[in-house]
């Protein structure tokens, strides 16, 4: 129910205050609000860094990481604090502007060539769309 209600607000959130009509022209493609880039730190630790454009937030709440296989173990992450935002359809939530850096501990195998990693994270544009 939450998603379907949370669906149905982003529909009405499409709209400004000016009546102009938002469209997925006046957004930033993913890649380019939020530039992901990856670099090792050692065997079994990775940082990870988003670049967060202007006019576009991350929610701390939304971020995640998990084992792209099963021989590989991920510790739980320590998220730096975020700034407090009250959300319209979140609540009070924790948000990052212009840059967001973690890093990921993990466990492989000794003979382990590569690592998979999976992220989730969600981000909204001031305009109003996520």
Not at 45 to 66: C, P
Request: aromatic residues 12%; proline residues 5%; hydrophobic residues 40%.
């Amino acid at each position: 129910m939450t998603r379907f209600i949370a669906i149905i607000a982003l529909a009405f959130a499409s709209f400004s205050a000016a009546g102009k009509t938002i469209t997925e022209a006046d957004l930033l493609p993913v890649d380019t609000a939020y530039p992901l880039s990856i670099e090792a730190i050692s065997r079994d630790s990775v940082e990870i860094r988003w670049g967060i454009a202007d006019g576009y937030y991350l929610y701390k709440h939304r971020l995640g990481v998990e084992a792209g296989s099963a021989d590989l173990t991920v510790a739980p992450w320590q998220l730096p604090a975020g700034k407090p935002y009250r959300d319209e359809f979140f609540g009070d939530v924790e948000t990052y502007r212009n840059e967001l850096r973690t890093t990921v501990n993990f466990t492989a195998p000794a003979n382990s060539a590569h690592i998979e990693l999976r992220l989730k994270y969600q981000g909204c544009a001031d305009i109003g769309i996520c």
